[in-house]
């Protein structure tokens, strides 16, 4: 079987290891650690750190999708994240942006984004067609109403069937604007309008997902579950994130999106060693 590969513009991932994905929030108010990177020169800072510690790509937000957060203007979230995207891209690495604007989009690919990761899942009104044209690497989430109000009493007859019917909706209407299939990825959106208890059913059946075909991003990174099933608070669930990430590994998640890339890089590669290279293949 060939190697699964993530086309991302210029860039082109194999996949059959799952790579790790770093997360630089340029915000104030992210849930674990808002403020820490609000200024250009500390974002670039950690995100060429997280590439040394081994991520694939780094994922630049300018705008907090925790629960209760409210939406920033286009403006504010273009002048926090812009000259991180430039910078970063001018160095070569692969960027993506977390956004659900299609301007923020257009112009974040216009300063060199590699791939539009956007927790909407394109369905702002013209977010496909941005994208389409433009050759990026695109991570399509499921979330249940918007972050304002998402974690109000969710509720799902099936969450795994409802969460999958619905990416596989998204990735085919990408492909009937043009994506090339190879350009997509999914993410059920752990914390997205679901319990804990809906999270945990999505990750135990994470298989699911990865039988789509499409290559399933996982974003658990000190998310609150990992808060309940330990009792530990945000800054304390890096045991907590790296097990988690290693379980999705384990159901064939092909990208991790991580706060802590050293730690997360070090427990795949013990896993990578003793599954030799046939891990995603
Ligand atoms: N989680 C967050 C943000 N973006 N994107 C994808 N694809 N998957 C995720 O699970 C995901 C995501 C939330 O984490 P973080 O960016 O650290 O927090 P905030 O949204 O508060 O900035």
Redesign the pocket.
Known sequence: MTAPIFRCGRFTFDLSRTIVMG?V?V?P??????GSHFDAARAIAHARQCVADGAAIV?I?GE???PG?AEVPDADELARILPVVESLTAAGIPVSV?TRKPAVMRAAIAAGAAMI?D?AALTAPGAIEVCASAGVGI?L?HMRGEPRTMQQTPVYDDVVGEVRAFLVDRARACEAAGIERNRLAI?P????GKTPAHNLSLLRKLETLVATGYPV??????KSTLGLITGRPVGERLAASVAAALVAVAGGAAIV?V?DVRETVDALKVWQAVKGDLDRR
Do not use: E, Q
Not at 29 to 34: A, H, Y
Not at 189 to 192: A, C, I, L, S
Not at 217 to 222: A, E, K, N, P, Q
């Open positions: 997360v929030n915000t108010d992210s849930f674990s650690d808002g994922d937000g907090s999708t925790r957060a977390d990761n927790v991570c989430m993410d959106g752990f914390g997205f991003l996982v974003g658990l990174s000190r999106r706060h």
